[in-house]
């Protein structure tokens, strides 16, 4: 399902639907509401050991495959929250994800290929799961996302949140853009820390006048955002252009 992955969890005896990376998303408050408005009735039918995985979808939250006007709750696994195994998927009214069984030959799973789907998911006996993208769901989906190290930068330099593009990554690269965000803003603290630590060690008893506090910034390492700092001026932009990256794309590793 070419969605955002719902988790549903109980706070003070009320359940609420949070997504992968926040408890309070668009895709997060207007699933609640679903859960909440078309399955209040359900509620008494939930395993409270478990953990029910949900993909929401609706019109707004579109990706690259067309529901239509579906506006809903599709109920992809129930994991027992003691053992992580599989339960059985419950009809207690939410929609059911798909399911194929007795598909044994990869090479029949090329029918699926279509400009309307987004794959599958091959369960084996042994709990392992492996995703399946159609070539062209991930060849609208590069197109639709877009996602590279110079656009997290943007977000990052531009003080953008990152909300909308976590939701919207492929699974497969949510790891490589958190840890892009967490090396970009590791460059941006360790030069700002540097630069700080020079600009303390600014003696005036030395540095008398403009000139030669200029040539001490100039035998430092970050010497235009040691001026900004003398000036009193911001030194997010110079230290953000500092640190652009070489374009690149993510990468899946395979395990």
Same mark, same amino acid.
């Given at each position: 399902m070419d969605g955002s992955l719902g988790i549903l969890y109980w706070l003070n005896d009320e359940p609420f639907i949070a997504t992968r990376g *926040? !408890?309070? *998303?668009s895709q997060a408050a207007h699933a609640t509401e679903i859960l909440k408005?078309?399955?209040? $009735?359900?509620?008494?039918k939930i395993n409270r050991t478990a953990?029910? =995985?949900f993909e929401i979808v609706y019109p707004g939250n579109r990706i690259v495959v067309d529901y239509g006007n579906i506006d809903d709750l599709v109920l992809l696994a129930v994991i027992?929250? +003691?053992? $992580?195994?599989d339960l059985p998927l419950p009809a207690i009214g939410f929609p059911l994800v798909k399911k194929y069984d007795g598909i044994n030959d990869f090479?029949? =799973?090329? *029918? !699926?290929?279509?400009?309307?789907?987004? $794959?599958?998911?091959?369960? !084996?006996?042994? $709990?392992?799961?492996?995703?399946? +993208?159609l070539t062209e769901y991930l060849r609208l989906h590069r197109i639709v996302t877009g996602v *590279?190290? =110079?656009v997290i930068w943007e977000h990052l330099s531009e003080g953008r949140s990152f909300e909308d593009l976590l939701e919207k990554v492929p699974d497969e690269f949510y790891e490589w853009v958190k840890k892009t965000i967490e090396g970009l803003k590791g460059q941006y603290s360790k030069i700002l820390a540097d630069s700080k630590s020079s600009f303390q060690r600014l003696d005036a008893d030395i540095h008398t006048n403009r000139k030669e506090t200029a040539m #001490? !910034?100039?035998?430092?390492? #970050?010497?235009?955002?040691?001026?900004?700092l003398f000036d009193g001026k911001?030194?997010?932009?110079?230290?953000? +252009?500092?640190?652009?990256?070489?374009y690149s794309k993510p990468f899946k590793v395979d395990e």
């Amino acid at each position: 399902m070419d969605g955002s992955l719902g988790i549903l969890y109980w706070l003070n005896d009320e359940p609420f639907i949070a997504t992968r990376g *926040s !408890f309070i *998303s668009s895709q997060a408050a207007h699933a609640t509401e679903i859960l909440k408005n078309k399955y209040a $009735g359900t509620f008494t039918k939930i395993n409270r050991t478990a953990t029910y =995985l949900f993909e929401i979808v609706y019109p707004g939250n579109r990706i690259v495959v067309d529901y239509g006007n579906i506006d809903d709750l599709v109920l992809l696994a129930v994991i027992d929250n +003691k053992t $992580g195994e599989d339960l059985p998927l419950p009809a207690i009214g939410f929609p059911l994800v798909k399911k194929y069984d007795g598909i044994n030959d990869f090479k029949a =799973l090329k *029918s !699926f290929d279509d400009a309307n789907k987004e $794959g599958f998911v091959i369960k !084996f006996k042994s $709990g392992l799961r492996v995703k399946i +993208k159609l070539t062209e769901y991930l060849r609208l989906h590069r197109i639709v996302t877009g996602v *590279s190290n =110079l656009v997290i930068w943007e977000h990052l330099s531009e003080g953008r949140s990152f909300e909308d593009l976590l939701e919207k990554v492929p699974d497969e690269f949510y790891e490589w853009v958190k840890k892009t965000i967490e090396g970009l803003k590791g460059q941006y603290s360790k030069i700002l820390a540097d630069s700080k630590s020079s600009f303390q060690r600014l003696d005036a008893d030395i540095h008398t006048n403009r000139k030669e506090t200029a040539m #001490y !910034f100039q035998a430092q390492k #970050y010497p235009a955002v040691l001026f900004a700092l003398f000036d009193g001026k911001p030194v997010d932009k110079i230290i953000w +252009k500092m640190i652009r990256p070489q374009y690149s794309k993510p990468f899946k590793v395979d395990e």
